[in-house]
């Protein structure tokens, strides 16, 4: 049923409307404009003034045809990573591309126009459906900023599917960790380096030893940390009294994500009990974890699409976080996507035609099996607080 040719026209005009994270006022109204015109209502929420983008979230919505159907969502992002302006994109064969000096934006428009498609073709068929809500976020890309500051009184969704994940379609993540930021300060005592180092204490020599006595890296098959940034001193004559350091953990498991963390702080607090400094240390949890089993109802759903479309469902689990983190974390079921995308956050991107056609085709059928009357309960899962 997918317009092959639309459906390519409408991705290449979407990667080439700019929408860097924190820039994405153009393709928040261009996609305003394309989802109004298909007949859904259109909401964009406050979160702007929150988070200082360049749009809020869209939330669409489209009533349903079919009495007592589950109410389903979709969520995409609108926003992409640097270097993501003045994007040429090129069909070379059987992939669109960027010309390579820019990244090509097929995470997540890829996903867009796929959901763009998805819902041309149940209007065009009049195929039956129930409610349906399209939840487009503005920077995702800056540690999903948009979807956690979404405005959650216009959701209104059983359960629902991200479209924005790696792998073909057909995979399905049921499984994703949570990730929490720390962020320690050290304070050490400024000295001359050369004259009296004795009466300095290295800030960068307090957090050296705590970092040394870090478990990082892959820690387990469900848990990760790593330290991001590591930045303080002045000159090689004075010893540095102030340092800071951005590290992370990440797991799917809450109790095991709960000892990374606390193992990571008390090698700060003990580094700088050793050397007489002080270690101020702060930490955020980002989004929650998520896991569904194959009895949940949602991943029952994206089985039966993914089967239909005729591709072999791939139950997996996630490193990383998504907007389905924070959307699952409200309570509201949700599984993640593969949509073909390759190389994403690169110059070398690419997008398989034949994948985007195989996303668009995937969420026609999840609305047509989500549709079916007379299902059970949706169904949690095990959402990570």
Same mark, same amino acid.
């Not at 934006?105 to 959901?115: E, M």
């Not at 979807?147 to 009184?153: A, T």
């Given at each position: 049923m997918v317009d092959q040719q639309r459906l390519i026209d409408e991705f290449i005009e979407l990667v080439k409307t700019d929408?860097?994270? #924190?820039?994405?006022?153009?393709? %928040?109204?261009?996609? !305003?404009?394309?989802?109004?015109?298909?007949?859904?209502?259109?909401? &964009?929420? #406050?979160?702007?003034?929150? /988070?200082?983008? #360049?749009? #809020? *979230?869209?939330?669409?919505?489209?009533?349903? /045809?079919?009495?007592?159907?589950?109410?389903?969502? @979709? !969520? %995409?992002?609108?926003?992409?990573?640097?270097?993501?302006?003045?994007?040429?994109? =090129?069909? *070379?064969?059987?992939?669109?591309?960027?010309?390579? !000096? /820019?990244?090509?934006?097929?995470?997540?428009?890829?996903?867009?126009?796929?959901?763009?498609?998805?819902?041309?073709?149940?209007?065009?068929?009049?195929?039956?459906? $129930?409610?349906? =809500?399209?939840?487009? !976020?503005? $920077?995702? &890309?800056?540690?999903?900023?948009?979807?956690?500051?979404?405005?959650?009184?216009? +959701?209104?969704?059983? @359960?629902? @599917?991200?479209?924005?994940?790696?792998?073909? +379609?057909?995979?399905?993540?049921?499984?994703?960790?949570?990730?929490?930021? +720390?962020?320690?300060?050290?304070?050490?005592?400024?000295?001359?380096?050369?004259? *009296?180092?004795?009466?300095?204490?290295?800030a960068i020599q307090v957090a050296s030893r705590a970092i040394s006595k870090m478990r990082l890296g892959r820690i387990d098959e469900e848990t990760t940390a790593n330290i991001g940034r590591f930045q303080g001193g002045t000159a090689s004559n004075v010893i540095p009294e102030r340092v800071e350091i951005l590290a992370e953990a990440r797991s799917r498991n809450p109790e095991k994500l709960r000892r990374q963390v606390d193992s990571m702080v008390q090698a700060f607090h003990e580094a700088a009990e050793e050397f007489n400094a002080k270690a101020e240390v702060e930490t955020r949890t980002l989004y929650p974890s998520f896991h569904f089993s194959e009895e949940d109802l949602v991943v029952q759903k994206a089985k039966e699409a993914v089967m239909r479309i005729g591709r072999t469902p791939r139950i997996g689990a996630s490193g990383g976080g998504s907007d389905a983190n924070v959307i699952a974390g409200h309570g509201i079921p949700t599984v993640n996507l593969g949509i073909g995308y390759q190389n994403i956050h690169t110059t070398s991107e690419r997008m398989p035609i034949k994948e985007l056609v195989k996303a668009a085709e995937l969420v026609v059928a999840l609305i047509e099996e989500s549709a079916k009357v007379g299902v059970a309960a949706t169904g949690s899962g095990s959402l990570g607080k």
């Open positions: 929408s860097e994270t #924190g820039e994405e006022r153009a393709i %928040c109204d261009l996609l !305003t404009q394309k989802l109004t015109e298909l007949g859904l209502d259109v909401v &964009e929420d #406050g979160s702007a003034q929150l /988070t200082g983008h #360049g749009a #809020g *979230n869209l939330v669409a919505t489209l009533k349903g /045809t079919v009495p007592g159907a589950p109410k389903i969502y @979709f !969520t %995409c992002h609108m926003d992409t990573v640097a270097p993501g302006k003045g994007i040429k994109p =090129q069909i *070379n064969g059987d992939v669109i591309e960027s010309d390579g !000096t /820019t990244i090509l934006g097929a995470d997540d428009k890829a996903g867009l126009a796929a959901l763009l498609e998805g819902i041309r073709l149940l209007k065009e068929k009049g195929l039956p459906h $129930g409610q349906i =809500q399209l939840l487009i !976020t503005a $920077g995702e &890309e800056s540690g999903l900023i948009g979807s956690r500051h979404l405005d959650m009184s216009l +959701v209104d969704a059983d @359960f629902g @599917f991200a479209m924005d994940s790696d792998g073909e +379609v057909g995979e399905i993540i049921t499984s994703a960790p949570s990730q929490v930021k +720390v962020l320690a300060t050290i304070y050490g005592k400024a000295a001359h380096a050369g004259v *009296n180092p004795e009466d300095g204490i290295s």
